[in-house]
Every structure is written in structure tokens, then in C-alpha cells.
């Protein structure tokens, strides 16, 4: 069972805009704005598509975005492409004992 | 570009040893937080451990505490995960990646599979 909640599966058509949400504690997500959310295709390894809650790395284009209410992250893709079909994870800090946690990760569809 | 080549991996019988190496280049290596996280088949990304820039500081998740190790040789550019008293619930693919900053997992190699069974 992972530390943080995210549903098993999520869809939308091209054009369309998805969000993923991510549900943790006090004890993680809501205690730090350490979010990251990671794209994962079949066979290969995950890639970073946002941090810090909100913050995108460089490549990554800007219709992937983040937030975060209290004890829930969510990731938000706008404008579905093809590519985007994929596993997401999200990862929180969680302090200096447990560290790192991840969700189950949600399978996104593009219809 | 950076990149993480790990090696190692393979098929061990349970209670048995293995050392994964990873291989970094194309950045500073000494200046980065690594960590190794892994992904039994089918299944989601597990946070394993990770060490600080110069070696002195490591963090393990409870489930390996006791029986990983996670070492780095900043000379060779090399970080390594040595796995003891392997369970059949270590079969996975085991991650090195690199910090963005200390916290963040930003750059991932491409895994190597372990597998404990008999």
C-alpha cells in the first residue's frame, strides 16, 4: 500500500485537460511543498514534470502544472496530446526518517 | 547530457547478496544528492535510500533498513547499492537517480532488474 492516494486510472480526449489528484497527510504533502510528479512510459524510466509543487523543469511543456491544498496535490495536464498517454506518480518529502514517498500511480488514457 | 548507466542486477536465491553500481556522467558528481529507488513488476515507483553529496550522511526506507547499503566512490563518479539478506519482495527494478537539489529526484538511469528466487 503506498504513502499517498492517487486514483488507479484517469482519461481524456485530445484537446481536453485531466487532473490527477494525490492525497497524502499532514505528515508529507501538506507539511512540505516538496511535490514532485513524474511521467512514466511502458519500458522505460520515469522523467520529472513537475517539482516543488508547481515548478516545471526545463523541456517540460507548460501544459503540465501543479498545485496543492492542503493535504492534496494535484497534476493537471490541458490540451491532451497522444504522447501524454502514460503512468504519472507523485513523490512527497516526508522528513528525514521516511524521506521520500510515492503514490500508487494513476494510468492516464488519451481517448 | 546526464547520464546513469546501472549494473549489477540479475537473478539471486533468497537470503543471497548483490552489489548494483551506477554510472554517472555528464554532470559533477560530487555536487549531487543520489538516491536508488525501485519498481517490482507491474507494480509503483518505492523510494530505497539515498546519500549525500560527499558520502557522510545516508537514509534508507524501513523495509531494507538493516540489510542495504548505499555507498559512493566521488573519485570513480560511481554510486553503488549493496543489497544483503535479499527477500523475494526485493525482486524489482532498481533506479539510480540524481537530485535536483537535495529533496527532488530529478535524473533517472534506465534500471537494472533484480530478481530473488530459487
Known amino acids: 500500500q503506498s504513502a499517498l492516494t492517487q486514483p488507479p486510472s484517469a482519461s481524456g480526449s485530445p484537446g481536453q485537460s485531466v487532473t490527477i489528484s494525490c492525497t497524502g497527510t499532514?505528515?508529507?504533502?501538506?507539511?512540505?511543498?516538496?511535490v514532485s510528479w513524474y511521467q512514466q512510459h511502458p519500458g522505460k524510466a520515469p522523467k520529472l514534470v513537475i517539482y516543488?509543487?508547481?515548478k516545471r523543469p526545463s523541456g517540460v511543456p507548460d501544459r503540465f502544472s501543479g498545485s496543492k491544498s492542503g493535504n492534496t496535490a494535484s497534476l493537471t495536464v490541458s490540451g491532451l496530446q497522444a504522447e501524454d498517454e502514460a503512468d504519472y506518480y507523485c513523490s512527497s518529502y516526508a522528513g528525514s526518517n521516511k524521506y521520500v514517498v510515492f503514490g500508487g500511480g494513476t494510468k492516464l488514457t488519451v481517448l | 547530457e546526464v547520464q546513469l548507466v546501472e549494473s549489477g542486477g540479475g537473478l539471486v536465491q533468497p537470503g543471497g547478496s548483490l552489489r548494483l553500481s551506477c554510472a554517472a556522467s555528464g554532470f559533477t558528481f560530487s555536487s549531487y544528492w543520489m538516491h536508488w529507488v525501485r519498481q517490482a513488476p507491474g507494480t509503483g515507483l518505492v523510494w530505497v535510500s539515498r546519500i549525500n553529496s560527499d558520502g557522510s550522511s545516508a537514509t534508507y526506507a524501513d523495509s531494507v533498513k538493516g540489510r542495504f547499503t548505499i555507498s559512493r566512490d566521488n573519485a570513480k563518479n560511481t554510486l553503488y547499492l549493496q543489497m544483503n539478506s535479499l527477500r523475494a519482495e526485493d525482486t524489482a527494478v532498481y533506479y539510480c537517480?540524481?537530485?535536483?537539489?537535495?529533496?527532488?529526484?530529478?535524473?533517472w538511469g534506465q534500471g537494472t532488474l533484480v530478481t530473488v528466487s530459487s
Open positions: 537517480a540524481r537530485s535536483m537539489t537535495t529533496v527532488t529526484v530529478y535524473y
Open positions: 499532514s505528515s508529507d504533502v501538506g507539511g512540505y511543498n516538496y
Open positions: 516543488e509543487v508547481s
